[in-house]
């Protein structure tokens, strides 16, 4: 018996231990700039001519600001300057316990926080799947902030709204101990190139050291606002109707570009919607065959495509 519990403890000591930071992580990490607010530090790239129009990439769950790692330099040499944070609880920002640090809200409340740091008044934003959540709580707050908005695979409905079955899990009774599996160094790097591949229609582009920089912080706490997002989607659901009406108010020019493989994320339904909303003309609207979720994995030179054709519309 006493075998028995010290393998067990081993087990345990072999999913939940710490292991060393890989280099490519930390190298990466030390590219990034930082700022505190609230308390939390925020890790974010900001990039390009400090006086250029500016395009702040918002990203989604369980990614950080490195989905975006093939869109940003294609964008800084055509003059512009970027700016992609990674949500605080995401990437190298912190991950605290408090969930009320997690509300969509206070997501809002730092990204303009930053904003306000760099001297931005307004910006350009690309947004993707909670990043979306957060630009209509940003949107709400200060319409006049943004000039013009790409949409990639997020919602404001629960029309065509399917959350991955994973996420069910991660909200369900078994949430502890999935969070645990993800995090720990036995099965986390496959989980979460399992998940990442179910997402993504070309999954055999994903090598290790993408793995590693997209795990890495799930290993540290990630699980945090992923579980409290899954275990609270009845009430992100509720919050739609304001979303809704706030995008009605929306008078900059839009483009939604869409990975019509998503199993999450229904186009015919989720885009028609966004179309009536927005107003977006169907030239606007604009579908990819071949790619899934993560349109930023997989079609990274379609979305700088679309973001530059968005930067050519005259703002209103």
Known sequence: MKIRLILIALMFFVIDGCSSIPKSVEDRRNS?????????????????????QVIVLLHGLPSS?????????PLVNKGFRVVAPDLLGFGASDKPDNPTSYAFEA?????????????????NFVVHDLGGVVAWEMMGLHPERFERLLILNTTAYSEGFNPPS????????????????????LMGPSL???FLSEFSAFPEK???????????????????????????????????????????????????????KDKVLNFEKISSQFARDLKIPPERIVPIEESSHYLQEDQPRIV?????????????
């Open 32 to 52: 990034l700039s930082y700022f505190e607010v609230d308390g939390d530090r925020l890790s974010y790239t900001d990039k390009g001519p400090q006086n250029a």
């Open 65 to 73: 600001s490195y989905l975006y790692r093939n869109i940003i330099d």
């Open 107 to 123: 997501h809002a409340r730092r990204t303009f926080a930053l904003m306000n740091h760099l001297k931005i008044a307004k910006a």
């Open 166 to 185: 994973e996420m069910k899990m991660l909200g369900g009774v078994m949430g502890g101990t999935m969070s645990s599996m993800m995090e720990g160094n």
């Open 192 to 194: 979460t190139r399992k």
């Open 206 to 260: 994903l090598t290790d050291e993408d793995i590693a920089q997209y795990w890495w912080p799930i290993h540290e706490g990630t699980t945090r606002p992923m579980r409290l997002i899954a275990e609270n989607f009845d009430s992100i659901v509720k919050k739609f109707p304001r979303y809704q009406a706030i995008l009605k108010a929306y008078q900059g020019p839009v483009i939604l570009l869409w990975g019509k």
């Open 304 to 316: 700088v495509a679309k973001i530059l054709e968005l930067m050519s519309i005259p703002a209103q």
